[in-house]
């Protein structure tokens, strides 16, 4: 990051001006974002103006558990960051324990650590900002107005520059997340599936070298997960200190809207199934990032852009409608029938097939790949 101005918040100094690119959010969507403009230059070849805001320094606020495929670790290059790989998912149900193999292995890794080397990857420039809302292409903040042709909203569930405000739980379609982050260690990548637990949704251990993430998701966002994170925690053994929590979109929205570009949860992109939201922030930042460089280099309009990137979203869409429906069906199971199930389909073929089908909505790949050209929404719909 060539320039980043801590800002203490009793003396912020006042943050205005015009940018070529502005990016609000500086967590895995937006600096996946920032990381695709490393070195971005415009039609002139002049070096490309690009400001990160975040009401935090970057790093500073963990709101995961930060689990992830090993693959993604790996293919930008932030091993550095690793703590603990899994090759098998234990899942626990009311009936008993079930070792599910998995075909590629899952990590953990430590927030502040993996943000710092992902910054490192990105020339942009980074300041401290709440974020209070938009007007047109202008972003006001709590240190001033910031007015960029490409905006970028990395912000999270809110979805703060939508038109209408964004999200409110706990209408809105949400999911709650809460976990604990006490000292210790565990050999185990273990979710349970348990409606003594959370009626739906799932309760998770993370162990991460030194520390164990273990947590509640609730798909209902009216049930409160602290008591059954509580819970969880003491019966494992574990304080439940150090608490972390956020709301989760588990409904894909437009990508796009009124001229902005939406990546990760902001955008709906986090996975409604498993409600895993690292990768898919990733994979959708890249995307959008690519997007942003055309423009800039003048290879295309910010309309094309914004259509081109929509498009490239909405092509998921079918994905996050399937999960989504199996979201709402496996709480409907009967316990022991979902035993069955988790039993029967452990060391299945299509157990490995859908497993391979659910790794690729948001593979790696695209790292080193450029995406394949997307039509305009508008020209297919006229096709
Ligand atoms: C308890 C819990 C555990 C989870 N565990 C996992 C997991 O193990 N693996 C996984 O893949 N997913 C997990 N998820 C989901 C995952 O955390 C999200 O999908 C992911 O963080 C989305 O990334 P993002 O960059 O889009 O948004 P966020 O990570 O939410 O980042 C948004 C950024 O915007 C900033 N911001 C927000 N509002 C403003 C504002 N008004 N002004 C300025 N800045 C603002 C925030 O400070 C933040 O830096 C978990 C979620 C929860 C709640």
Redesign the pocket.
């Known amino acids: 990051m060539a320039q980043r101005r801590t800002t203490v918040r009793a003396d912020r100094s006042s943050l205005d001006g015009e940018y070529d690119v502005l990016i ?7 600096l996946a974002v920032a990381r695709e403009l490393s070195g971005a230059v415009r039609a002139d070849g002049s070096p490309a103006r690009v400001l990160m ?4 320094e970057i790093g500073e ?1 963990q ?6 495929p090993t693959h993604w670790l790996e293919a930008l290059d932030l091993m550095g960051s690793h703590r603990q790989t899994f090759d098998e998912l234990v899942v626990g149900t009311p009936f008993g324990t079930t070792r599910w193999p998995l075909p590629w292995s899952f990590s953990t890794f430590d927030y502040p650590e993996l943000c710092s080397l992902l910054a490192e990857q990105s020339d942009c420039e980074f300041e401290t ?3 209070d809302g938009r007007t047109g292409l202008t972003v006001h903040t709590d240190r001033g107005d910031l007015t960029a042709p490409l905006i970028v909203d ?5 979805r ?1 520059l939508a038109t209408d405000g964004g999200f409110q739980p706990p209408d809105a379609p949400l999911s709650r ?3 604990v982050h006490p000292g210790g260690a565990g050999d185990d990548l273990a979710i349970w599936i348990d409606r003594d637990i959370v009626p739906a949704g799932y309760g998770w251990s ?1 162990p991460a070298r030194d520390e164990l993430r273990i ?1 509640v998701g609730s798909f209902d966002p009216r049930f409160h997960v602290k008591q059954p994170t509580v819970k969880l925690a003491e019966d494992l053994g574990a304080k439940p200190e150090g608490y ?3 709301w ?1 979109p588990h409904e894909l929205r437009a990508a796009t809207e009124d001229g902005i570009f939406f990546a ?3 955008a709906g992109h ?1 996975l409604p199934l498993s ?5 898919t ?1 990733f994979y959708f930042g890249i995307v959008c990032g690519r997007e942003l460089r055309g423009v800039l280099a003048g290879e295309r309009t910010s309309e094309h852009a914004l259509e081109r990137y929509g498009a490239f979203s909405d092509k998921h869409e079918w994905k996050y409608r399937w999960m989504l429906k199996t979201q709402r069906i496996v709480p409907r199971l009967h316990p022991r029938a979902m035993h069955a199930v988790v039993r029967v389909t452990r060391r299945s073929r299509i157990t490995s097939w859908a497993f391979g089908h659910y790794f690729r909505i948001a593979s790696p790949d695209i790292v080193g790949a450029a995406p394949a050209p997307q039509r305009p929404r508008a020209e297919r719909a006229a096709a």
Do not use: H, P
């Open positions: 609000c959010g500086a967590s895995f969507a937006g805001i975040d009401r935090y606020r709101t995961s558990a930060c689990g992830i900002a709440k974020v990395a912000l999270g569930w809110r703060v997340g809460l976990e993370f947590g972390q929590g956020n989760i990760g949860d902001s986090c409600a895993e939201g690292i990768r922030a």
